[in-house]
């Protein structure tokens, strides 16, 4: 299967939702109709062997630069996650009254999708790195031109923030350039360049600041809440749910074989920090009261034990990281859909405020819940085997930050749960009005809720993929 | 020669075209020779038309061609949007136009120079029609200042670099860049021959308004007319690189351990002084009179780098499309302020309300200043720190790295000022030059997606 197919089919889509324009039920037969076929394309390359899936053409000779793509065993789910959270996201955007619906807005959708399919399909370092950046755009106008006031700020935060870590990749990216004789930019020429440890531990912190500031990884992660918390939701979810995952596969693709020794010499120090950034974000969401600022931290909370578990440098750990990123991105872009929809129709996202929403809609409550639990890590819900293989690998790296880092399982859920006690349950507010879902957003949301349970009860279908080659990686270590 | 000569017929012709009092009709000539000299520039020998003795001090090599050949396409569109200004009843209008072609056989010569006669005349051919032009707006105090300040810090670096020619003249009896490129050992230690490219290094990098000599730039940009300021900004920019990096890429470059330090520091100091400045401003022209010296530090790397084919392919897709990102600033600021020199940024706001196609343009003008993706600036800054990486000046590609972020900022704050804003402009809302804007902006896209198309046709010729 030809990766083009898959990566223009959402460039195809946003020239079609601009002409379709503010019809939503054609848009949404479009948006589950490009989910769908992302999903398909993927089921297909799995079917039919991973081999036959690259291409690669000559796209700026005079530097050696190919448009390089391929589906891996690495990126597949990377894939997969991005075709689900972008749908999430039109299907919020699609669900408003018709008169909201903005096509530029769902054009940007469909042109970052198109720049995440680049970033992890990429496998040439060049055009990684004009996708990487490109992917910011769509997010800044989006959010910047329809956010609140204070969004303006916080995206400005944002960009800047992220075009400083990605520009010391692009200078890592250069470095590498220069050390390989066979003058061009593809990831096969990097991995056995035989790099000194010096040269490998500039190359860590280069490509590490980038990837640690996309994530964000503490101490990386100022921009992160006001981002999340002033944004609309739409890039909400987006950003949480799957641009932060470029940061993950950036580090799993590329620091982890290409910079051994790198992650070697300064690993240590970054696990650390994020290991009290799981701790510390867990224990700031406790005490927050607006919804969006509790989901923000806990983000980062889950995000930094994922940084660990890849850092730690274990198979088990590692494997553990890609069945969270994936349980993560989709419990994280349920759980802003619905704290969104309870902020629309109460008007508040204070948890001061609400209060015994179950009464009124019993399709929030269940589906909310469903959320909660894969984002607890409960048993037979997805988060619960990643969590627990991350723990678990960073035991056997070291006991004391497992167990440190095991206090997020009880953290989470104490926000989590305070978080639905104080919102859903309890006495019913008169001045509350919330009457539960609309139809659209039942079928984005009954679709998304039934994946934690399926990941959850069948955790080996993302492991049956990836882990062969996570194993592989480690080994060139 | 041919081209230069065509040129300067083409300039007398429109003073003589101004009796008519009809503009319309000069500034179709002047666009007609200007498109015919472009004609010649590509598709013709160059050595028809030519003066006995001056073949020898001018050589329209390929890489005069190339930076000619953009001097003059960027003129062209410069030409159509002087329309606005020139249509004032105080501006004379003929020889406003003659005066701006007679500038462009300066900048023809800067580019093509072999001899140090040659690049003097050209210098002097066009600052001298510079500070005419920064005057133009009789009217307005700025732009008289303007004027006078360029002509008396112009005259006077313009007399640095004499002084720097006669010291080498005296330290190794020839003017011939050819001949002093391969002097003996004995001669280029005399300390008369180190202080002549001392001189001339620093009069050219005050012509390429680099800072620690850039003290000019912002306020003979801000005081002279919007057209004229694009002018500088382009073309004199252009025309200046062409001159610096065939002295001291081309020529004397074996003698780059005395020069290279200097050119160093000056670029160092562009990309900090230009940036941080540039963050402070209110005016739109202030700002990117700013980021005119902080795209001089990026295109000075070019003379930093070990120097081939490639560096100045590189300098030359920098400068174009850094020209067609000024060009479509300028043209929808035309659009949408008229002659208006002292625009501020907070004008901008809300503008998309009312010019949406403008608005994108812009956008995608500034975010390829920027250097963001998708747009050419991306590939330019890459074209240029990739060599500097191969060259190893991993300090000052840090220095660069971090600057970009700073430019990001204040690049950002038209944009976010054009969509983001909830106040409603004033504006004129002409959308005559539309077409420009669309026409670069289409350019900056293509050099963005597709940056081998523009670097194959610079490669060709």
């Avoid at chain 1, 070697?264 to 701790?279: Q, R």
């Avoid at chain 1, 629309?344 to 001061?352: N, V, Y």
């Avoid at chain 1, 627990?388 to 930050?401: H, R, V």
């Amino acid at each position: 299967m030809n990766p083009l197919y898959l990566i223009l089919t959402p460039l195809a889509a946003a020239i079609l939702g601009i002409g379709v324009g503010k019809r939503a039920f054609i848009q949404q037969i479009l948006a589950l109709l490009v989910m769908l076929g992302g999903l398909g394309f993927l089921l297909q390359v799995h079917l039919h062997g991973f081999e036959n899936s690259q291409i690669s053409y000559p796209w700026i000779n005079s530097f050696g630069i190919y448009f390089a793509l391929s589906v891996t065993k690495i990126n597949f789910w990377f894939l997969a996650l991005t075709s689900l959270v972008v749908f999430a996201a039109l299907f919020y955007h699609l669900s408003q009254e018709e008169d909201k619906i903005r096509t530029d807005v769902i054009a940007l959708i469909y042109s970052l999708q198109f720049f995440l399919f680049g970033v992890f399909m990429a496998q040439d370092l060049m055009l990684f790195y004009f996708f990487f950046e490109a992917s910011i755009l769509p997010i800044y106008f989006i959010s910047s031109r329809y956010g609140s006031p204070a969004a303006e700020r916080a995206t400005l935060k944002f960009f800047l923030y992220t075009l400083f870590g990605s520009l010391f990749m692009l200078l890592g990216v250069l470095f590498l350039y220069s050390k390989n004789g066979a003058n061009d930019f593809l990831f096969s020429s990097f991995g056995s360049l035989g790099l000194s440890g010096e040269n490998q531990g500039f190359l860590f912190l280069a490509f590490f600041l980038a990837f640690a500031i996309k994530m964000p990884l503490f101490p990386f992660h100022s921009w992160q809440v006001d981002a999340y918390a002033e944004s609309p939701v739409e890039t909400t979810i987006l950003m949480s749910g799957i641009l932060l995952k470029m940061g993950i596969y950036g580090m799993i693709a590329i620091v982890l074989p290409w910079f051994p020794m790198g992650v070697k010499e300064y690993g240590h120090i970054f696990i650390a920090l994020s290991a009290f950034g799981v701790v510390y974000g867990a224990l700031i969401a406790i005490v927050q009261t607006d919804i969006r600022r509790v989901l923000a931290y806990s983000s980062l909370s889950h995000v930094g034990l994922i940084g660990c578990g890849i850092l730690a440098y274990s198979d088990i750990a590692l494997e553990g990281a890609v069945l969270q990123m994936f349980a993560h991105g989709i419990n994280i872009a349920g759980l802003f859909f619905i704290s969104e929809i309870i902020a629309k129709q109460t008007g508040t996202r204070d948890l001061d405020q609400l209060g015994g929403l179950t009464k009124s809609s019993f399709g929030v409550t269940v589906l909310f819940f469903l959320f909660l639990l894969g984002s607890i890590a409960v048993p037979l819900s997805n988060g619960f085997p990643g969590e627990f293989q991350l723990l678990m690998g960073l035991f056997g790296y070291n006991i004391y930050l497992g167990i440190f880092c095991g206090l997020t399982v009880i953290f989470s859920s104490v926000y989590m749960l305070r978080m639905f006690q104080k919102s859903m349950l309890g006495k019913p507010s008169e001045s509350l009005k919330f009457t539960g879902l609309n139809f659209t957003q039942g079928i984005g949301l009954g679709f998304l809720a039934s994946l934690v349970l399926i990941f959850g009860l069948f955790p080996e279908m993302i492991s049956s993929i990836s882990d062969s080659a996570l194993q592989i990686l480690l080994r060139a270590y | 020669m041919l081209t230069i000569t065509l040129l300067s017929l083409l300039g007398l012709i429109l003073l003589f075209v101004g009796f008519l009092n009809n503009i319309g009709l000069s500034r179709t000539i002047a666009v007609l020779g200007l498109v015919a000299g472009l004609g010649s520039m590509l598709f013709l020998d160059q050595d028809i038309l030519t003066f006995s003795g001056l073949e020898t001090q001018l050589s329209f090599d390929s890489y005069a061609i190339k930076f000619s050949s953009l001097i003059l396409f960027l003129s062209v569109f410069i030409l159509f949007l002087s329309g606005k200004f020139i249509k004032k009843d105080y501006v004379q209008s003929a020889e406003f136009l003659a005066v701006l072609i007679f500038s462009l056989v300066g900048a023809l010569m800067l580019t093509s120079f072999t001899h140090f006669i040659t690049l003097f005349v050209g210098l002097e051919i066009l600052g001298i029609s510079l500070y005419i032009l920064a005057g133009t707006d009789k009217k307005s105090p700025g732009s008289n200042e303007a004027s006078l300040k360029y002509l008396l810090l112009g005259a006077f670096a313009t007399g640095i670099i004499l002084f720097g020619m006669a010291l080498i003249y005296g330290a190794t009896g020839s003017l011939d860049f050819q001949a002093i490129a391969n002097l003996g050992q004995a001669k280029i230690d005399s300390s008369l021959f180190k202080f002549g490219l001392f001189f001339i290094l620093i009069g050219l990098l005050f012509k390429v308004s680099a800072a620690p000599f850039h003290f000019w730039s912002p306020d003979v940009y801000e005081g002279s007319p919007n057209v004229v300021m694009l002018f500088m900004s382009v073309v004199v920019k252009i025309a200046s690189f062409a001159a610096i990096y065939r002295v001291f890429g081309n020529y004397l470059n074996n003698y780059s351990f005395f020069w290279w330090d200097i050119v160093y520091y000056a670029t160092l100091a562009s990309l900090v002084i230009g940036n941080l400045l540039a963050l402070v401003q209110k005016t739109v022209k202030r700002q990117l009179a700013f980021s005119s010296i902080s795209q001089t530090g990026y295109l000075l790397f070019a003379l930093l780098v070990i120097p081939n084919d490639q560096t100045v392919n590189g300098l030359v897709f920098y400068l174009f499309v850094y020209g067609c990102a000024v060009l479509v600033a300028f043209s929808v600021l035309t659009d949408w302020f008229g002659t208006d020199p002292n625009v501020k940024l907070d004008q901008l706001k809300g503008a998309s309300k009312s010019d949406q196609m403008g608005s994108f343009a812009l956008t995608i003008a500034y975010l390829s200043m920027a250097g963001i993706p998708l747009t050419g600036g991306f590939f330019a800054k890459l074209f240029m720190f990739t060599p500097a990486m191969e060259s190893g000046l991993v300090q000052l590609l840090i220095v660069g790295i971090l600057s970009s972020v700073v430019g990001a900022t204040y690049y950002l704050r038209p944009i976010i000022n054009v969509w983001f804003s909830s106040e409603t402009p004033v504006l004129e809302k002409g959308n005559s030059y539309q077409w420009i804007a669309f026409m670069a902006g289409t350019l900056l896209l293509v050099a963005g997606v597709f940056p081998d198309t523009i670097s194959n046709l610079i490669a060709l010729i």
